[in-house]
């Protein structure tokens, strides 16, 4: 079994799932909204509120997890976390209490998942796409040609 956790802006979304032939199946789905950008500013980043629910969250997760005998997790955070200049203080408080790990990683990679997690659910493939993640945080346009 395997894990995958999307750490946005708004959301923390995870899902488990077993990875078969290349296609993954998805065992169950969990979605919180936990308001991560919430009272977001420049100069602090992100705020306790929004870090201690986001905490609540990716603990429930974790709890999951262990239950679930999950043997690869990945969690990501994206644009609440690029923008975050306390990030590092979340991220260690994440795996202090919970074990997690969580990689932030660019738009770019970013836009690069979702187009791969939408082009696994469309068949047959189209020869040419345009996919758009609109974030709590940031839109992501792939063109696929």
């Known amino acids: 079994m395997h894990a995958v956790i999307d750490v946005g802006s708004n959301t923390i979304r995870m899902l488990l799932g077993e990875c078969r032939n290349g296609i993954i199946l998805p065992q169950s789905y969990h979605r919180e909204m936990t308001r991560l950008a919430g009272d977001f500013t420049v100069d602090t980043g992100l ?71 939408v082009l696994s659910v469309i068949d047959p493939t189209p020869d040419n796409a345009i996919v758009i993640d609109i974030g709590g945080g940031s839109t992501e346009l792939v063109c696929i040609v």
């Open 47 to 117: 705020a306790a509120a929004a870090m201690q629910r986001a905490l609540k969250t990716l603990e429930s997760y974790q709890n999951i997890i262990a239950a679930a005998d999950v043997s690869q997790v990945r969690a990501v955070a994206t644009a609440a976390l690029r923008k975050a200049k306390n990030r590092h203080t979340f991220i260690a408080r994440v795996v202090a209490v919970t074990g997690l790990n969580i990689e932030v990683i660019e738009g770019e990679e970013e836009a690069l998942l979702t187009t791969l997690g």
